[in-house]
């Protein structure tokens, strides 16, 4: 019976010891996800930033909402294992939060504005770091370069653009023609850039859209003399 019992023992401390990286729960690999984040950005900050193009802006993860580091050449290699390893990280975090049914909302994309050395270190600039004269100032003109982006592109197929949404001061979405695969990725950041700014203005403004009740409309895009029309349908 004690020999048993010892068998059983050794058997359950074995399985224990063998525990595979897929059953360690959600928290874990949210906290080493946090400390190989906080790993990048001091490797960054540990390259004295003079010259801030000589640093180059790095999206990583998620298509649709992804981070932002800044690498400096000097430091490709370590930079680029330490992303490799975060990948590896985060693709665990998600396996985790699957297998015990946890969901995270929405992320937002929130890309940097710019690049800028700041007490000898590189840093990304975001629209949260922004104050409401600086918004103000930012809004208007990134509104004019996106209303202009695709002047030079002739619309002769309806089915090649889609339809962006920008933020407006009123709370309300300003529907807005952009094609599906001439310079998408460069319009589509310029969009969220200009409604990060908005949504921080209306923070800094103390702005509550929660009441707000938009008037439904149905957005239809044509090809108009050339240039990418939309129509909008009050319901």
């Known amino acids: 019976m004690k020999k048993n019992t010892f068998l059983l023992l050794t ?108 007490d000898g270190k590189a840093k990304l600039i975001f629209a949260q770091d922004l104050s409401l004269e600086k918004i103000n100032e930012e809004l208007p003109i990134r509104y004019e370069e996106i209303k202009n982006f695709y002047n030079d592109v002739s619309c002769t197929d309806s089915e090649e653009w889609s339809v962006g949404l920008l933020l ?20 589509n950041e310029k969009i969220d850039i200009y409604n990060r700014l908005m949504e921080r203005k209306h923070q800094l403004e103390n702005t509550s859209c929660i009441q707000i009740n938009c008037e439904a409309t149905t957005n239809t895009l044509s090809c108009m003399n050339g240039k990418p029309t939309i129509k909008i349908a009050h319901q």
């Open 11 to 118: 058997t359950l401390l074995l399985l224990l010891s063998c525990k595979s990286d897929k059953e360690y729960p959600y928290e874990y690999w949210s906290r080493l996800v946090d400390e190989k984040h906080k790993e990048i950005v001091a490797l960054t900050e540990s390259v004295t930033c003079t010259d801030i193009e000589e640093f180059e802006i790095i999206p990583f993860g998620a298509y649709m909402a992804p981070q932002y580091y800044l690498r400096h050449f000097s430091i490709q290699l370590a930079f680029d294992k330490l992303l490799a390893e975060l990948d590896h990280l985060q693709n665990e975090r998600i396996r985790a939060a699957a297998r015990e049914g946890i969901y995270s909302g929405i992320w937002m994309p929130n890309p940097p504005l710019h690049k800028a050395c700041k």
């Open 168 to 187: 407006r001061s009123e709370c309300c979405y300003e529907p807005i023609a952009k094609h599906k695969t001439i310079d998408s990725i460069e319009i």
